[in-house]
């Protein structure tokens, strides 16, 4: 069973008089929210329920609706945060998101209450609700919902894209977001850099560490000593950072000579993480434990001299 509720986001100023938004600006940002539903509706409901975001026909000046519905597994039965009525449920989701209008307590309303000052504290409180500290001890209370929201990569980089990106451009003053008759939510060029989406930290991933045999590509003796490398012909080369300090002492008193191709047999240590660009990876070779040239000759059946 599905039902479906509709909202407005509108786009406002003088480079919208002409009833004309440019297809490459306005692209970005209906994937943008529909982003930002999908992603809503997976931290707060998992699997319980699916939305698809659809696109009305019309444009009229500067403004586009969408129709937003949201599906129900009803097998499944898993529904704890929403309200089980499926316009409430679909509803309510808007209003933790923020684009149910003025009356909506969502995500898009606490960046703004926040106003991007230090949470010095977050307090849960046993019903679920969460009391942020701001500084000059100023507390905001909010529901745990908005705070997944509030925490997530995605949600807020789907912001950063519908909101943000679009009132940084020239002529585009204002964005409003309502359900039905409400009083739209308002974001204007005054506040829309709130909704910049912040840097998170890094964070790793583990560690490994293996024997493996590394093809010289290029030294480097600056003070990271990245070397490039390559494992085999038909894989891309990589930088690896030596971390042999008696292998580059030996290096920097010319006792080893290199060759183009030389391989390295080494202890490669291997670091993975995740950053706003996604995941990455780093290498360090801990040990060189065998230098080998790549100097070969052709073998042949040669007999010793006979005495």
């Known amino acids: 069973m599905s039902e479906s509720i509709r909202f407005e986001v509108v786009y406002d100023g003088p480079a919208l008089d002409s009833n004309e938004m440019d297809a490459r600006e306005l692209a970005p940002a209906l994937v943008a929210i529909a982003d930002l539903l999908e992603e809503a509706n997976r931290l707060v409901n998992g699997e319980a329920a699916q939305v698809k975001v659809n696109v009305r026909g019309s444009f009229k000046s500067g403004s586009f609706g969408i129709d937003f519905t949201l599906f129900y597994d009803w097998l499944k039965n898993l529904l704890s945060s929403l309200n ?26 606490l960046i703004k209450r926040i106003k991007g000052r230090n949470i010095t504290k977050a307090e849960e409180l046993p019903d679920g609700r969460v009391i ?5 001890n100023e507390r905001i209370e909010t529901r745990g919902e908005v705070v997944k929201l509030y925490r997530s990569r995605k949600v807020r980089e789907a912001l950063d894209d519908a909101i943000y990106r679009q009132l940084e451009r020239d002529g585009i003053d204002e964005f409003r977001a309502s359900v039905s008759a409400r009083l739209p939510e308002v974001i204007n060029k005054e506040s829309h850099a709130l909704y910049i989406a912040p840097e998170f930290p890094e964070e790793p991933l583990g560690e490994t560490v ?25 894989e891309q080369p990589f930088f690896a950072s030596i971390k042999d300090d008696e292998f580059l002492g030996r290096v920097d008193r010319r006792e080893i000579q290199f060759a183009k191709g030389d391989i390295l047999k080494v202890k490669l240590r291997t670091r993975e993480g ?10 360090f070779v801990d040990k060189v434990l065998d230098h080998r040239t ?12 006979k005495e």
């Open 84 to 109: 089980s009525d499926p316009i409430s449920g679909a509803l309510n989701l808007l209003e933790i998101v923020g684009l149910a209008g003025s009356g909506a307590a969502g995500v898009i309303q």
């Open 294 to 305: 790549m100097e070969r000759q052709l073998p042949l059946p040669i007999e010793p001299p």
């Open 274 to 283: 995740v950053t706003n660009r996604g995941l990455y990876r780093e290498y």
């Open 132 to 136: 942020f500290t701001i500084e000059e």
């Open 210 to 234: 293996t024997d493996a045999h590394l093809q010289i590509v290029a030294l480097s003796f600056n003070e990271n000593n990245k070397w490039r490398f390559s494992r085999s012909y038909d």
